[in-house]
């Protein structure tokens, strides 16, 4: 698929499209974002995160709530793009090649710095470096953080926190760097490569029923969260989609 569309939702622009046009487009940096239904429902809560969304360069439709919302109530068919999707592709792209593309990785914790660090060296991919974030508070700020990358001058960040607070993160970052740097939010996908969370076979992901497998895997910590995104329907029913080709 070589066209694209932009759908300007709550003002986030969306994009329904494949990873080529994001090959074309990390020559010259870009921020993207992946938003889960849960985190969408409190951008009216949150303005730091809202700002975060609107200031990406992209949004992806992570969310396959939300493109079944979309379908339903606004007739508008899009093509669930995952956060887990994009993963395999980006990192297959690193894969048995021999570049200079540098890899930064923005871990949770020691552990999962670990994991991912073993991940990737078991992938054979190279040049990776990985920074385990603080406990970032409302508002982000991490000068730490700054003085790494402009110590490894990665070609691209992963940021594999918490929706609602790598998104802050990663627009702190795009206002602080003046390289062509190409952020990416993904949040906890590479954990399902790396099997810290549940398992997601490919035709699941297709189905829009990672959740159930989520909830099946860690039910105390899904199970709220995914009954709060049910205020999304009532959002998208009001909402007036801008389309533009």
């Known amino acids: 698929m070589n066209r694209f569309k932009i ?18 487009k990390f020559k010259n940096g870009i921020f993207l974002v992946f ?28 969310s396959g709530y939300l493109c079944l919302l979309l379908k339903f109530f606004k007739s508008i068919k899009v093509k669930k793009f995952s956060g887990l999707k994009f993963l395999k592709i980006f990192l297959n792209e690193f894969r048995n090649k021999k570049n200079n593309n540098k890899l930064l990785l923005i871990n949770p914790s020691y552990t999962e710095s670990k994991l991912n660090e073993k991940y990737l060296t078991k992938c054979k991919i ?16 991490d000068t730490k953080l700054l003085k790494t990358i402009y110590k490894y001058r990665p070609n691209y960040i992963l940021i594999n926190l918490g929706g609602g607070v790598q998104e802050k993160l990663g627009f702190y970052l795009k206002k602080k760097i003046s390289n062509k740097i190409n952020i990416i939010c993904t949040g906890a996908a590479i954990a399902f490569l790396t099997k810290k969370q549940a398992i997601i076979p490919n035709i699941i992901d297709k189905l829009y029923l990672g959740w159930l497998f989520r909830i099946l895997f860690n039910p105390k910590s899904y199970i709220l969260r995914y009954l709060k995104a049910f205020k999304l329907v009532i959002m998208i029913k009001n909402e007036k989609i801008k389309i533009y080709y």
Do not use: C
């Open 7 to 24: 759908y300007k939702i709550f003002n986030i622009r969306f994009i329904d499209t494949d990873f080529n046009f994001f090959k074309k």
């Open 35 to 62: 938003p889960a239904a849960p985190a969408i429902v409190n951008i009216y809560k949150d303005k730091g995160y809202y700002q975060s969304l609107k200031n990406a360069d992209y949004a992806l439709f992570d």
């Open 126 to 141: 190279l040049n990776h470096f990985h920074y385990r974030a603080p406990f970032y508070k409302k508002e982000i700020k």
